[in-house]
């Protein structure tokens, strides 16, 4: 068996011949934890420049490098030396030549060295490890030095957020000329037996972190997440997939937006089932426009109207007013304000356990009793769906799938990241200023309008404005 079968991976063979004899620009591997990405990029990288009679220079960048040691520099080592290639290569302490053609691997970190990544030039292969770490500024900056025509990126990663700019911008949507290939352990033909008992293991007592790591699955953020996407996924037409009649009032969920970076959003649930949801861009002054937009969807669709009712939200239910009363219409609406105690103080958090704590033991306001409930029917939707379980109608959280995969996934993201976190020993959702400042997203829109429209029924006492 020769080097080339007995070092790479075969099921990479047909990526690395659409990367290095196709049109690419940017080739993405991505996937869990023990599946060959990275020796297999070095082995390949090396043969390459072995290969090849020009001088080439392959920049390999990753987040923080504090010594060489912690690049791909080890890997590329080794690749040279069980490739049969150390005579050819020049293995130095910072740097690796190619002694024929003055081939070179140049290594940097990306917080410390980005300035001097920006001036580096005549690169023809960019290799970013751990790309998921990237953002966009950096990506920004890093992009440009590959101008020449041939050149290539190779981004490798583990996924870790549905958030990250990597994630989002080079697997959900692709670039042109650009290609992804998403490997996992059970497609690496050379681990051990030892590491496969192990990851066996995790697999039977953990599956949602197995799923992570292994897997190669985004995270909302960690197991704290107030929802998980495999319990969103499945409330895709669960009425339908589980042939339930959903009934109930008609309601539009609305977020109008706050300040300079928040957008307006909507979310419909119609009959029971969520079936759209947007957002756009807005300013303050647009709010009187916004207000009577969304009166406008309400009155079509007859539908009540829930919204935000914190900050420039508390003026949406005198709009609808002024809008009912110009038009002779009869909009309903209803303030969701999430800042409020919670409902139902003293009964159980969990309508299921008896023995869980009370809802004002447990739930630091509305919001976060809100996102509970509405997370609870996912859950329970998921596992009637995929486990066979019983549930009862009004538990049945449904997305139509007629809303498009687009909208359903920027839906399913948003909802997937926010966590929950303690004050006074009860739960609170994530405030938004920690989610822009740890992760750089955004106020979560269209999921406050899909709470918001979710949970006017939350308890059995509430009031409308204006009945």
Not at 41 to 54: K, P
Not at 139 to 158: C, G, H, M, Q, Y
Not at 166 to 186: D, E, G, L, S
Not at 389 to 394: N, W
Request: charged fraction near 25%; hydrophobic fraction near 40%.
């Amino acid at each position: 068996m020769n080097a080339h079968v007995s070092l790479t991976n075969p099921a990479l063979f047909d990526f690395w011949e659409q990367v290095f004899l196709g049109q690419a620009d940017i080739a993405v591997l991505h996937g869990g934890r023990s599946s060959s990405k990275t020796r297999d990029t070095a082995c390949q990288l090396v043969r390459l420049v072995d290969h090849v009679h020009v001088k080439m220079r392959v920049l390999c960048i990753r987040r923080f490098q504090n010594r060489i040691q912690e690049s791909v520099y080890t890997e590329l080592k080794w690749a040279i030396s069980h490739l049969g290639l150390s005579e050819a290569f020049d293995v130095q302490k910072t740097t690796i030549i190619h002694k024929a053609t003055g081939s070179e691997f140049i290594f940097y970190g990306i917080e410390r060295n980005l300035d001097e990544i920006k001036g580096t030039s005549d690169i023809d292969i960019l290799w970013v490890e751990e790309a998921e770490k990237l953002t966009k500024d950096q990506w920004e900056v890093i992009a440009p030095t590959i101008r020449k025509e041939d050149s290539l990126a190779i981004l490798l990663f583990n996924p870790k957020l549905v958030t990250d700019y990597v994630w989002k911008n080079f697997v959900v949507n692709v670039p042109p000329h650009c290609v992804v290939r998403r490997i996992n352990y059970t497609e690496n033909p050379f681990l051990s037996q030892k590491a496969l008992r192990d990851i066996a293991v995790m697999r039977e007592q953990d599956p949602e972190t197995f799923e992570h790591i292994y897997g190669g699955v985004p995270l909302g953020d960690s197991e704290l997440s107030i929802f998980k996407r495999r319990w969103l996924n499945a409330c895709v037409d669960a009425h339908l997939v589980l042939d339930i009649n959903l009934t109930g009032r008609n309601v539009i969920g609305f977020d109008p937006a706050d300040d300079g970076e928040d957008n307006c959003a909507t979310a419909d649930k119609i009959a029971g089932v969520f079936t759209d949801a947007n957002d756009w861009a807005s300013g303050k002054d647009e709010l009187v426009q916004n207000a009577k937009l969304v009166w406008a969807k309400a009155k079509n669709s007859g539908a009540l109207v829930s919204y935000d009712t914190i900050g420039v939200g508390a003026f949406i239910g005198g709009y609808i007013d002024e809008q009912n009363k110009a038009n002779g219409a009869k909009v309903r609406h209803y303030a969701f304000h999430a800042g409020n105690a919670v409902m139902d103080p003293d009964k159980p958090s969990d309508r299921l356990n008896s023995n869980s704590p009370l809802n004002k033991d447990e739930y630091l306001n509305l919001k976060a009793q809100a996102w509970a409930n509405t997370a609870r029917r996912a859950m329970l939707t998921f596992n009637a769906v995929t486990r066979g379980q019983s549930i009862r109608p009004e538990d049945v959280l449904s997305f139509a799938s007629a809303m498009g995969a687009e909208k359903l996934d920027a839906l399913f993201t948003e909802l997937c990241v926010p966590w929950w976190v303690e004050s006074d020993g009860k739960k609170r959702v994530v405030p938004k200023l920690k989610l822009k400042k740890d992760l750089g997203v955004k106020s979560h829109n269209l999921a406050d309008a899909l709470i918001a429209a979710d949970n006017v029924n939350i308890t059995s006492t509430f009031t409308l404005d204006n009945i």
